[in-house]
């Protein structure tokens, strides 16, 4: 059952009323940002605005999550949903003029996890007011999305045994789209992701007798080179795959004519079939210690899958599609967006349970996409947000109240 057209109009007229207090919040969210595990302050924040509203909270939860439980006017039917945000910042120094910006050095809300907590605390307000819903919501505040594996974390401490959503949905603001858009698909979101360290051993010498050494960093420089041949030589062109450097660290810059002993490449690849990540790991593993040993060192690989691919559940996408377009209008829902080669932790609730993931674009944002030390959320789709994620509770879980109309 989706709610009709007035039924999502007070929603939002609602939601609306106190978009000024979401947007106080988000803000504050935002000059105090917190790195993955550390966000004691964001859930205290957050714990306290559940609670002023009568929700019922659960602190701890993966470390330092939050849950929050919304029970309905009625539970005859037993059934129940969950909702997530992300909140966690990220390691890196914004460089934002606004008098919101961070206060924490080194340290921002660059991924605008701070517009996704408040989106879903309008969610929360309306939802703890209204009730107008037969069953149980649960809000899942998550921590350490950027990284560090939160949802995985949450759910080995229980979440699902614990908090029983049925299905779960989450959102992603998205800069790329226009403000108040709407885009998803019904399958593969986003890619998975693994991380790799490489480590070279060479031998240190002078860098004017290099016969006398063995560089570690020409063998990394080989090990570059040779791994970006991975994808376009061993993987089928159909199926999407990335691998990408982030690091590559060697010697000391004052340390002139040496050649140091050792070198550290790190990085990460991306893939959605699980074929195609075996093949990656296992031609990556290969292709270093080959390249390497050519110019006579040795490397040494430690791989670690991190997420697995975000895949929407077609049942799910349905239902948020019929939600989106009374929300936002058919105009402004994406419902064929290509996948990305991003990738989300949100992937492992998918996994435990049907549900769905979407975008909510911001507009245009002069070039500073997500992680760019500029990067501001869009307040203004604040109550959009809130409003897609209550109207999706009342078409989930239906009222059996015929009192229940707006």
Known sequence: MIPDDSAVATIESEIRDFHDELRAF???????????????????????????????????????????????????????????????????????????RSCAAGKMHGCGHDGHCAILLGAARYLAKSR??????????????????GAREMIRDGLFDRFPAERVFALHNWPSLPAGT????????????????????????HGAHPHQAVDP?????????????????????????????????????????????DAALHGMVKWFEPQTQSILR????????????????????????????????????????????????????????????GSEDFAFMLMERPGAYFRLGQGPMDGRFLHHPEYDFNDDTIPIGSTVFAALVEAALPSRNPCDTP
């Open 132 to 149: 107008r819903f037969d069953g149980t919501v649960y809000l899942f505040f998550q921590p350490g999305e950027e990284g560090h594996a």
């Open 217 to 261: 960093i020409l063998a990394g420089s080989q090990i570059v080179s040779a791994v970006h041949h991975i994808v376009s030589r061993n993987v089928d062109p159909v199926h999407p795959a990335v691998i990408s450097f982030q690091s590559f660290q060697a010697g000391a810059p004052d340390a002139l004519s040496v050649i140091p002993h």
């Open 282 to 341: 296992e031609r990556l593993i290969v292709t270093a210690q080959a390249a390497a040993q050519m110019v006579g060192a040795t490397a040494e690989i430690d791989y670690d899958p991190l997420y697995p691919p975000t895949i929407n559940h077609p049942e799910e996408a349905r239902l948020l599609e019929r939600v989106a377009r009374q929300v936002v209008g058919n105009c402004n829902v994406v419902t064929d967006l290509d996948p990305s080669m």
């Open 182 to 205: 709407i885009a998803f698909n019904s399958g593969p979101m986003m890619a998975g992701i693994d991380r790799f360290a490489i480590r070279v051993h060479g031998k240190g010498g």
């Open 26 to 100: 988000r803000r504050d969210l935002h000059a105090h940002p917190e790195l993955g595990f550390e966000e004691h302050r964001t859930g205290s924040r957050i714990a306290a605005y559940l609670e002023a509203l009568g929700v019922t909270v659960h602190r701890g939860v993966g470390r330092t999550g939050v849950v929050g439980v919304i029970e309905g006017r009625s539970n005859v039917s037993g059934r129940s949903i969950g909702l997530r945000a992300d909140m966690d910042g990220i390691p890196v120094h914004e460089l934002g003029k606004t008098p919101w």
